[in-house]
Every structure is written in structure tokens, then in C-alpha cells.
């Protein structure tokens, strides 16, 4: 969750959505993400909507505290039910990120999900997953939450080396997150994914490497890579700033990515999202194909997205104002926005050409046709899907994969 909200229109007070949002709603797919925004300590690196208990301290009071967090995030799903109406689907994901959300008991996450059931209902092979710290899950808690209903879980990797643990300031041990591998397959948990950062200051090709086959080791069936994205305002840009530590290229982050897209491969893995690699299609992250897609999914929690048949709002970003919202009866967005239909398109091909069946190259307008045309003379997109009417990043293009969007959006 971005800790920077946009501008929209007023968020009508109990939410009403128009009447075309749900217009053949039964036709796409319905899913949840609830965003619990505490953490125990703030990594260097994060810019989401997360706040440590010091950060909260005198702002917000009782109304910010995780200890009734489960409750309050429940009224908003409550006040989904209310929102849809009689829409007969039930819901197809969903999704507990952060923060961490594993810093809430593993009852509350039941609870938050119990609750998604009981007004909604789930899809008989429903796709629920939650984010976890490594430091904080043990066998016990896993073995809850396997048994209250999720059957998906991503750990927070981010490296095997020390020393880039602590560029980023994370706070779990090298290991912890093989281990934990382990611990959720024990209990019962057939998806498991492990996120790494890569492009780390001071980081080497040797700790990539190292990383890389550490987290294959462990055995997940899903892995997902980003390059690291130094934010304004954070820990980390203040220190690139004072030139306490460098800043990665370009170049070292493109070679990052060939290691990676080598290194899984070869492990069995396949690339079906620019950043995310899986061992099977029933392996990949069916919430975040919602996404890139462009289905409907409501966004639960402080400054949490929701999207519902090109209408997409926000909610306020505070726990304490969130949770004042919703215990005075109102709905807790800060702003929404009705998405023109060449709005709609232009989304279409950012998203879906990150993806491993492209996009259609109906999509595109004239001048993005033509640049399609270099890109294909230029061998970034692939010839084959070319030719049935698809534009399919190579591997190569997948490396300048933001320049050829921008290119085919025209």
C-alpha cells in the first residue's frame, strides 16, 4: 500500500457505488485484500501505509491499536456486503498483506477471513494467502492458520546475506525464512512463496547467487523478485543522500535479473509475471492476476485500493481515522475515480504485458501498433505470438520492459 494517496472525488458517505460498476459483475472474478499497517520495526527501504507502535503513540489512541484491528476490519467487510448488494459471486481471493500481518494473532486473521466467508462465501478452490515475517510465525501459529482456512503463504525473504539484511534494515535472521518453508509445508500448506530484493547497496553477485539458491533450496513452489526501488522520503534515500552507501545501476540491475531468470529456470521454475516465477499454473498467485488483469477486488484497511467494474477508490490512511469512520457508520474512503474507458485501455497493456501471454494487440492505438513493430524488428517482443496477434515480451524485453510500455501506450 503506497503511503501516498491520490486525488479523486469525494467518496460517497456510505460508499454506493454507480450502477454500472456492477453491470455484469457476475461475468469477472471477486477477490479481497486486507492490508493490516503495523509493523514491528520500519525497514529502510519501505514506503507503504505501515506505522510501528512508536509512530502510533498518542496519534489515534485505542482507535489505532492492533489489539481491535480484527473488529474494525471485519465492519468494513461488512460494509462490502452492504456496497454489492445482492452480487452473487463469491469470492474467488484473498489476500492479507502489510506491514505484517502476522503481528496480529493468528485467530484475528481466522476471524478477518471468517468473516469474508460468512457474508460473502468462498469459492470452493479459493486462493488465501497472507504475508508473514519470518520472525514472527513458529509451527504453532502456521498450523493455526492452515487449519482457520488460508492454504497460500509469502514470506519476506529479501536476501541470505547479513549484510544486506541490514542495508535494509530487516530484522530476520539468515535462515529463518528456509526454515520456515519447512514449517509451513509441515503444516499443511500447499502454496509457499519467498520474496527477495535484488540490487541491495553492497550487495555482490556472489550474495545474489547465494540468495537465489537459498530460496530454491527451501523448496517454495512460487518466488518472486523485485529490483529495489529507493523511495523519497525513506531511511534508505536519506543515506544514498549523505553517500553513506551507493547506489545500484541499471546495469547491475538487469544482470541481477538474468541470474534470476537463469538460476529458476534451470530449478524449474517459470517466469508468468515480469517480476514472479512459479513451478506450475495451480502454483501462481491467483490474487495478483486479479490485478494485472483488471477484475474486481475490494481493498480492506487503512489506505487500502479497491477496484469494482472501473470504479476504483481509496480509503483514508490512518488506523485511528479508519477505524473512526467505520465506527460512525461511514465508509472509510478518502477518494475515488470512475475510469474513462481509454483510461481502462492504456491500463490494460501496462498490466497485462508484464505478463507471460502478453496483451492483444487489439489493445493497441495506431502508434502503438507501429512501435509494436520496432520492438518486434528490435527482439524484445517475441515473433511467434507476434504473428497470432499478441505482444509477448522476450527475455530481453523483459529487461526494458518499462520502455516498451511506454512506447506501446501511445
Given at each position: ?227 529495489l526501488i529507493v523511495e523519497e522520503g525513506t531511511q534508505l534515500a536519506r543515506r544514498i543522500r549523505r553517500g553513506e552507501v551507493p547506489m545500484t545501476d541499471d546495469d547491475v540491475h538487469a544482470d541481477r535479473y538474468l541470474m534470476t531468470e537463469s538460476a529458476l529456470s534451470a530449478a524449474g521454475f517459470e517466469w508468468y509475471e515480469v517480476s514472479n516465477w512459479a513451478t506450475s499454473d495451480a502454483a501462481r498467485c ?125
Amino acid at each position: 500500500m503506497p503511503s501516498v494517496l491520490p486525488d479523486g472525488e469525494p467518496m460517497p458517505h456510505d460508499g454506493a457505488l454507480p450502477a454500472h460498476a456492477l453491470a455484469g459483475a457476475a461475468e469477472r472474478p471477486l477477490g479481497f485484500y486486507l492490508h493490516v499497517p503495523y509493523c514491528a520495526t520500519r525497514c529502510g527501504y519501505c514506503d507503504f501505509n505501515t506505522y510501528t507502535a512508536t509512530e502510533l503513540r498518542g496519534s489515534g489512541g485505542a482507535l489505532a491499536s492492533r489489539d481491535n484491528y480484527a473488529d474494525t476490519l471485519v465492519e468494513e467487510v461488512r460494509l462490502a456486503r452492504k456496497v454489492l448488494g445482492d452480487d452473487p459471486r463469491p469470492v474467488r481471493t484473498v489476500f492479507v498483506g502489510g506491514g505484517t500481518p502476522t503481528l496480529l494473532a493468528a485467530g484475528d486473521l481466522v476471524r478477518m477471513l471468517g468473516a469474508i466467508r460468512d457474508e460473502f462465501g468462498l469459492a470452493n478452490d479459493a486462493e488465501i494467502t497472507t504475508e508473514a515475517n519470518p520472525e514472527s510465525v513458529n509451527p504453532q501459529y502456521l498450523a493455526e492458520l492452515r487449519e482457520g482456512g488460508f492454504n497460500r503463504i509469502s514470506f519476506g525473504m529479501q536476501s541470505a546475506k547479513q549484510h544486506v539484511l541490514k542495508i535494509l534494515d530487516r530484522t530476520h535472521t539468515p535462515g529463518r525464512p528456509e526454515a520456515c518453508v519447512a514449517e509451513a509445508r509441515a503444516a499443511g500448506f500447499e502454496h509457499v512463496n519467498l520474496d527477495l530484493i535484488y540490487g541491495t547497496p553492497g550487495e555482490s553477485d556472489a550474495d545474489w547467487q547465494a540468495s537465489l539458491d537459498a530460496a530454491i533450496g527451501a523448496g517454495p513452489d512460487h518466488v518472486s523478485a523485485y529490483a529495489l526501488i529507493v523511495e523519497e522520503g525513506t531511511q534508505l534515500a536519506r543515506r544514498i543522500r549523505r553517500g553513506e552507501v551507493p547506489m545500484t545501476d541499471d546495469d547491475v540491475h538487469a544482470d541481477r535479473y538474468l541470474m534470476t531468470e537463469s538460476a529458476l529456470s534451470a530449478a524449474g521454475f517459470e517466469w508468468y509475471e515480469v517480476s514472479n516465477w512459479a513451478t506450475s499454473d495451480a502454483a501462481r498467485c491467483l490474487h495478483n492476476e486479479l490485478y494485472w488483469r483488471g477484475a474486481d477486488w475490494w481493498g480492506a484497511g487503512p489506505g487500502a485500493h479497491s477496484h469494482v467494474g472501473g470504479v476504483r477508490w481509496w480509503n483514508v490512511k490512518h488506523p485511528g481515522a479508519y477505524a473512526q469512520a467505520l465506527g460512525d457508520g461511514r465508509s472509510p474512503g478518502a477518494g475515488r475515480e470512475v475510469l474513462p474507458a481509454e483510461d481502462r485501455r492504456v491500463e490494460r497493456i501496462l498490466l497485462e504485458l508484464r505478463l507471460a501471454d502478453g496483451c492483444p494487440l487489439s489493445l493497441l492505438a495506431p502508434a502503438g501498433l507501429a512501435a509494436a513493430q520496432r520492438a518486434l524488428a528490435d527482439g524484445l517482443l517475441a515473433p511467434e505470438p507476434f504473428a497470432a496477434g499478441r505482444a509477448v515480451l522476450t527475455l530481453r524485453g523483459r529487461l526494458l520492459a518499462d520502455a516498451v510500455v511506454r512506447d506501446l501506450v501511445d
